[in-house]
């Protein structure tokens, strides 16, 4: 009897004692996630996304879904350039609040672009509710855009005037639209 009261003791006090880490642990990722998302949230993570704002635009000639062509001088005004990817989650979430946004911004779709990496013929949605509000460049024709802005994670957006990157983040919305020239 004694043998089952020590061994139930023993138990209860590693059980007490796993619990308390576990109370540490979630504690310590809390305090994680409200770091990530404040950096998320101040655009820290930029540089993981292309380069910085003063990046030059390289060289491109290209042409959208429709036909209409794209170069380094399409950038003479100040434009927003989104970057989608085929596959990608966090392109699908962000992209209805994207083409809401995109529809508001001066001056039309003249003023943003919208690059869609991945196969046209799988992506035919995606392009769709884009060609609406942007001009859209998507398969083939969209990996020297996304060489030329240097792009090495989806979704990415930024604002390009003069063939210089002014901003760059993984949220549209904190970038400021396009404004009248």
Do not use: Y
């Not at 399409?74 to 809401?100: H, I, M, N, R, Y």
């Not at 919208?114 to 509000?133: R, W």
């Amino acid at each position: 009897m004694v043998f089952i009261s020590v061994a139930v003791i023993l138990v209860g006090a590693l059980c007490l004692l796993d619990l308390l880490l576990t109370f540490g642990v979630i504690r310590r990722l809390r305090a994680h996630t409200a770091e990530l998302e404040r950096l998320g949230r101040n655009g820290a993570w930029t540089g993981d996304l292309m380069p910085s704002p003063g990046h030059e635009v390289g060289d491109l000639a290209v042409s959208t879904v429709d036909g209409e062509p794209v170069s380094s001088e399409t950038f003479a005004e100040e434009t927003l350039v989104a970057f989608f990817a085929q596959g990608c989650s966090a392109c699908e979430d962000k992209l209805p609040d994207f083409v809401s946004h995109a529809g508001a911004v001066l001056g039309g779709r003249d003023r943003v672009l919208a690059v869609v990496s991945g196969e046209p013929a799988q992506m035919v949605e995606t392009i769709d509710a884009l060609a609406s509000v942007a001009r859209v460049v998507a398969g083939q024709q969209a990996a020297p855009v996304i060489d030329a802005f240097a792009v090495r994670a989806f979704p990415a957006f930024s604002l390009v005037k003069a063939g210089t990157v002014l901003a760059v983040d993984n949220d549209f919305a904190r970038l400021s639209a396009p404004s009248r020239a």
